[in-house]
């Protein structure tokens, strides 16, 4: 009735008026040309046959058919391969070992162990399904009601929120198609999809799913992540956590719990109630998960400039390991311990040289045989990835005057023969005394001790500039030399490591050749042993009697020549080293050794800018002293 009324009250038509109405505009318009071309008579005009719609639909249909068809067909002629699907990921993790055992660094993608659905806790799967595909079990790779409902709740929202894609499809996505956003690869996701549930059971594809999904920090599948933050395995997670690992799907980056664990939490917290709301665990359950959030497993950390030591060792890998494709454990050389030492005294050593226009350094220990026990590359690793301790090739100065004062001992000389300190000239080569004073005649210990360029380079021509080289050579120097009587004052370049190794021999009366390494170990992810670094090194390049000698004119260095600053406490005990200085103050080294360790240090600038009075007995052997008296004690 209210119906009626409100019509009425429109002013709708009344059906008797209408028709009167009709007969009169009829009657006038009598005589004038029909509103119809061709009939004469509107009353009779011919009806439109439907068989004109339904050939244009019909058409429309064809043609929408063909297109789409192609679309398709063309989406699908590249499909990817499903083979392989259930064989190992080809980007394996690398993990760093210090010689402790703690972790250096982790390269690469971690994917854990593969672990079937059966054999990890029943938690994760049923999380998994209540936050991410509540009808897996029940569609056929696609789910209508899931897709309706997302774009529901996107229209509802007024943003995307909800993409609405099954597991199926997102394993397919993930295994095999690239993540950008295309038609084409929505289709081919679809095509792929009804393919793995065709080919696979849906605990298989489950399964296939929890192995390969990424749930941040470099982790792929429930296992890295669950061994990654909670120190467990897949099959040992508990309510809560296979909550946090559920809810990491929806964004693994920005939820990850090593980058925002309060997300992280508050996105467990929606899995927790969708697996109550779904029937997998009890009200009860959710709500005490909730009130006791997952804790991280503490992970250990080692300061940035290790990462210098972790480069060097990853270039050496394919040497000893080849192309293996499974997941290494590499263990190294290297000592936490002294790595800090070593950094510390090298930043120290830095500040204090600051105003003196010194901008890098890099030090490098190593134990009697080569082993690396500390390699600091720079200042800031963050700011530089260049390694300065093994890639810098610098000139250095003085430091040099060590292989060549022992070429002239092999050549018979003693710390005690005389030398005279007087200006001397080679083929208009007149090299000068850094005090541009002259002593005449001096010893070789306190030539060696005062750094004397000028009875250097007598030395140099007594044991003759070649076989300098070849010494420098079998002392595992393999840089460009210059062959001319400049060697003899540092003019070739070299870097801090290999120059640090070849004082090594000189530590011992077995003078035997140290080849720098940091590698002690490799294995697979299973154990097996890839390689083992097997002998003590080199054999013996440096006969006892000389290398006793040498550590004489060594010891006078620090005892009272240039290198006082790097006298060490009485109760660690001696120091044996030598300074080096390059033209212009461009470089400042010491290098020297204690008990079983050598150590160097190096100051300059990447650009080779001059420093402001930085010799290599200052700044640099204090920094080598504080090292050494931290690492020795």
Not at 103 to 109: S, Y
Not at 277 to 303: C, H, M, N, R, W
Not at 399 to 410: D, H, N, P, S, W
Not at 528 to 540: A, K, M, Q, V
């Amino acid at each position: 009735m209210a119906k009626s009324k409100t019509a009425k009250s429109k002013g709708a038509p009344r059906i008797g008026k209408a028709k009167r109405t009709d007969t009169k505009s009829a009657s006038a318009g009598k005589g004038k040309p029909s509103a119809f071309p061709g009939n004469s008579n509107p009353r009779r005009a011919p009806r439109k046959s439907p068989w004109r719609e339904i050939r244009l639909v019909l058409i429309a249909v064809i043609w929408l058919s063909l297109v789409g068809g192609g679309f398709i067909a063309y989406a699908a002629h590249d499909l990817p391969s499903t083979e392989g699907l259930t064989g190992p990921k080809s980007a394996p993790a690398l993990t760093i070992l210090a010689a402790d055992g703690s972790r250096l660094a982790q390269f690469g993608a971690d994917w854990g162990e593969f672990v079937h659905l059966h054999d990890m806790s029943p938690l994760l799967p049923q999380a998994v399904i209540a936050i991410e595909d509540r009808r897996f079990y029940e569609h056929s790779g696609m789910d209508i009601l899931g897709v309706l409902r997302a774009i529901w709740r996107n229209i509802m929202s007024g943003h995307l929120r909800e993409g609405g894609s099954t597991i199926t499809q997102q394993l397919a996505k993930i295994a095999f198609l690239t993540p950008a956003k295309s038609l084409k690869r929505k289709v081919q996701e679809l095509f792929l999809a009804f393919h793995l549930e065709n080919k696979f059971t849906k605990d298989e594809i489950l399964t296939l799913y929890l192995n390969r999904v990424y749930l941040g920090a470099g982790t792929y599948g429930v296992d890295a992540a669950a061994r990654r933050y909670f120190g467990k395995s897949a099959s040992e997670v508990s309510l809560s956590q296979a909550a946090l690992l559920a809810g990491l799907l929806k964004a693994p980056s920005r939820l990850s719990p090593a980058r925002n664990l309060k997300a992280a939490h508050r996105r467990a917290a929606l899995v927790l109630d969708s697996m109550a709301t779904g029937g997998f665990v009890s009200e009860a359950d959710a709500a005490y998960a909730k009130s006791q959030p997952t804790k991280l497993i503490k992970q250990e950390k080692l300061a940035g400039s290790a990462h210098h030591f972790c480069d060097w060792v990853r270039a050496q890998l394919p040497a000893h390991a080849g192309r293996n494709s499974a997941a290494l454990t590499v263990y190294t050389t290297l000592d936490p311990t002294l790595q800090m030492i070593a950094e510390t005294a090298l930043a120290r050593g830095l500040e204090n040289v600051s105003k003196h226009d010194a901008r890098e350094g890099a030090l490098v220990a190593l134990a009697q045989d080569g082993a690396v026990l500390a390699m600091v590359g720079g200042r800031d690793y963050d700011e530089s990835q260049f390694n300065r301790a093994s890639q810098a090739l610098r000139q250095p100065g003085s430091a040099f005057k060590t292989i060549v004062y022992l070429a002239g001992i092999e050549a018979g000389l003693t710390p005690d023969d005389t030398f005279d300190d007087a200006p001397i000239e080679i083929a208009g080569w007149a090299p000068r005394n850094y005090s541009g004073k002259y002593q005449g005649p001096v010893s070789l210990r306190r030539a060696f001790a005062e750094s004397i360029n000028s009875v250097a380079v007598r030395v140099g021509q007594h044991a003759g500039i070649d076989e300098v080289a070849k010494l420098a050579r079998h002392l595992g120097i393999n840089s460009n030399l210059p062959p001319d009587a400049s060697l003899s004052l540092g003019s070739g370049e070299v870097s801090l490591l290999q120059l640090t190794a070849a004082y090594a021999p000189l530590i011992a009366s077995t003078g035997a050749l140290a080849l720098p390494h940091g590698i002690h170990e490799i294995r697979n992810r299973g154990g097996d042993i890839i390689y083992r670094r097997e002998g003590s090194g080199g054999g013996r390049v440096i006969a006892t009697k000389s290398a006793a000698a040498m550590r004489d004119l060594l010891a006078a260095v620090v005892k009272f020549g240039t290198g006082h600053n790097a006298a060490l406490s009485p109760e660690i005990g001696p120091a044996h080293g030598k300074t080096g200085t390059s033209q212009n103050f461009r470089d400042a080294w010491f290098i020297g050794f204690a008990r079983n360790i050598v150590a160097g240090v190096w100051l300059g600038n990447d650009d080779g800018q001059a420093m402001r009075g930085i010799t290599g007995g200052g700044a640099p052997a204090k920094i080598w002293r504080h090292f050494m008296n931290g690492a020795l004690r």
